[in-house]
């Protein structure tokens, strides 16, 4: 199995701050990285597929980046909204495996 | 607007068997995989498994002796039977939408696959 590994695994920050996520995959999985956001007692919703491309609706404030092995969120300024846990997940083999999720919280 | 409904048992006991129905409304159904994940309380994502149109199967080998997923598309519907539960299967169930593609940029052809539509989640709880 791949493994993927997230850094910060939690991260205080403030409104309009510019906030950045690291993804670590175990192996080369080329640009096959997606990212997501979960608030609480709520499904996963898709921000960005292959590393880099914005799923439509999504705010152009969120951009991906990365291939090969890092990857990172990045969040150009916060908004009330976006405070939430944040997950990776390589789809370039099965078992399609996650992150271990990056809390986002208000400072 | 696609929309997946979920449904199924939310209280087991220790050695039933998990069954976990999810349909697809508006949209197409053969076009796509169709996934399983689940999350136990307070803890991440795990990937179970999925299935397209044709019955196909991929499954999380940590999963796979204990996990069915199969498809009913006369009426546009997947399902998930994981047998012999224990308290460790105890979470949040989902099922999704997977869709897989590529794009051509710069000379080269760059593929994906991605969950984009997901059900709301059903808790099921695994308790004597």
């Known amino acids: 199995d791949i493994q993927m590994t997230q850094s910060p695994s939690s991260l205080s920050a403030s409104v309009g701050d510019r906030v950045t996520i690291t993804c670590r995959a175990s192996?080369?999985?080329?640009?096959?990285l997606n990212w997501y956001q979960q608030k609480p007692g709520k499904a996963p919703k898709l921000l960005i597929y292959?590393?880099?491309s914005l799923q439509s609706g999504v705010p152009s404030r969120f951009s991906g980046s990365g291939s090969g092995t890092d990857f990172t969120l990045t969040i150009s300024s916060l908004e009330p909204e976006d405070f939430a846990t944040y997950y990776c997940?390589?789809?370039?083999?099965?078992?399609?495996?996650f992150g271990q999720g990056t809390k986002l919280e208000i400072k | 607007q696609v929309q997946l409904q979920q449904w199924g048992a939310g209280l087991l006991k220790p050695s039933e068997t998990l069954s976990l129905t999810c349909a697809v409304y508006?949209?197409?159904?053969?076009?796509?995989?169709w996934s399983w994940i689940r999350q136990p309380p307070g803890k991440g994502l795990e990937w179970i498994g999925e299935?397209?149109?044709?019955?196909?199967?991929n499954y999380n080998p940590s999963l796979k002796s204990r996990v069915t997923i199969s498809v009913d598309t006369s009426k546009n519907q997947f399902s998930l039977k994981l047998s012999s539960v224990t308290a460790a299967d105890t979470a949040v169930y989902y099922c999704?939408?997977?869709?897989?593609?590529?794009?051509?940029?710069?000379?080269?052809?760059?593929?994906?696959?991605?969950?984009?539509?997901w059900g709301k989640g059903t808790t099921v709880t695994v308790s004597s």
């Open positions: 999704a939408r997977g869709y897989s593609g590529s794009y051509y940029e710069r000379g080269s052809y760059y593929y994906y696959y991605y969950m984009d539509v």
């Open positions: 508006g949209g197409s159904f053969s076009s796509y995989y």
């Open positions: 299935v397209n149109h044709s019955g196909s199967t």
């Open positions: 192996q080369s999985i080329s640009s096959y």
């Open positions: 292959a590393a880099s």
């Open positions: 997940q390589q789809s370039y083999s099965t078992p399609r495996t």
